[in-house]
């Protein structure tokens, strides 16, 4: 084969590869606008006590203007319906029936982060410092526990040099202390690498946790002991883990192409046979996802062109088949609520 026809078969691969990249980029982002098209806009009610007597959704809002990043509630029978916004702005927002919590931020050349705690109908109670960049936050089922992870160092988990602190805590304000000095044993070995970071932790109940633990360049999923202190790692490559309501499954995200690229694929562990079931959505989620039912999970995308700075509230089924839709528009960091 000549070297000028080397040339041109190489010159056809690259055009259509790079035919086919941006085939997909423009289906993608199709979809995306047909889905900003199709999203309803967003209502408001004062009707607060009517939405939390039934089963709801505590969420941030991201609907532009004066409610943006406020926290807000919405029927789980109507998610895209009436939504009642409250006082708080939060970074990230998450509630049971009995407690909620609110990280905020408030940014300037010193910034500042706190936990505020919420009652049962959404009002704050105690307010109390953090360190660092808010990320995520979760409560036990019974609101017994606090957990937050915070960046102390960089931004982003797409970040090559980001550092964590997770810290649990009860809700009568007692520090269970940063995760990272717990006993963890991946792979059967302890974990003492210098460069060690834990977030996303996801309840099972007032003992027993997941969350991600990651060194190396690599992520794990691990199983935690409250009453011991220790954690032990069950599944590789995880990150930002949700158990789901039964207990039986964890859904997290699995990142794809290079390491610093940002790009994660969500996926569904079945904590008895340990098969792994890759769900369809096809973008790129940043996100711990919450689960609406025992069969479907919840997530936030941000949309795209002049709406970046909008997110939307995504469903997909947990099985892996079905195609994802926006359930609550204009909305992030989900917290579904069954009364």
């Not at 702005?89 to 408030?106: H, K, L, N, P």
């Not at 936030?300 to 947990?318: C, E, F, I, K, M």
Request: glycine content about 8%; hydrophobic content about 40%; overall charge neutral.
């Amino acid at each position: 084969m000549s070297l000028r026809l080397r040339l041109i078969i190489l010159a056809v691969v690259c055009i259509l590869a790079v035919g086919g990249a941006l085939g997909y980029f423009l289906h993608a982002r199709s979809q995306d606008a047909a889905a900003q098209t199709s999203a309803p806009n967003v209502t408001q009610t004062d009707d607060v006590a009517g939405i939390l007597a039934s089963d709801h959704v505590v969420f941030r809002s991201t609907a532009l203007g004066q409610t943006y990043g406020r926290l807000a509630v919405v029927s789980l029978s109507d998610p895209a319906g009436p939504r009642a916004v409250l006082a708080p702005s939060c970074e990230r927002v998450y509630a049971t029936r009995s407690d909620g919590v609110c990280i905020t931020a408030t940014r300037g050349i010193v910034s500042d982060y706190q936990l505020v705690q919420l009652n049962a109908r959404l009002n704050p109670t105690t307010r109390s410092s953090l360190d660092g960049l808010p990320s995520r936050a979760r409560l036990s089922p019974d609101g017994s526990l606090i957990a937050t992870t915070t960046f102390v160092v960089g931004h982003s988990y797409a970040s090559s040099s980001f550092s964590t602190e997770t810290v649990i805590r009860t809700a009568a304000g007692r520090s269970l202390g940063n995760i990272e000095s717990w006993h963890t044993t991946v792979d059967g070995a302890p974990l003492t690498a210098t460069d060690k970071n834990f977030w996303g932790v996801t309840f099972v109940d007032d003992n027993t946790f997941y969350a991600t633990a990651a060194s190396g360049g690599k992520t794990w999923l691990v199983k935690g002991d409250i009453a011991d202190k220790t954690m032990t790692s069950i599944h590789q490559t995880a990150e930002c883990p949700s158990v789901s309501p039964d207990r039986t499954r964890v859904a997290f995200k699995v990142r794809y192409g290079a390491p610093t690229a940002g790009t994660w694929h969500l996926a569904v562990l079945d904590l008895q046979t340990g098969s792994l079931t890759m769900l369809s959505e096809k973008h790129s989620v940043d996100d711990q996802v919450e689960w609406l039912d025992n069969s479907r999970v919840l997530y936030s995308l941000p949309r795209t062109g002049t709406q970046a700075t909008t997110t939307d509230v995504w469903v997909v089924p947990a099985d892996g088949s079905g195609t994802p839709q926006v359930f609550i528009p204009q909305a992030s960091s989900p917290a579904v609520v069954r009364i």
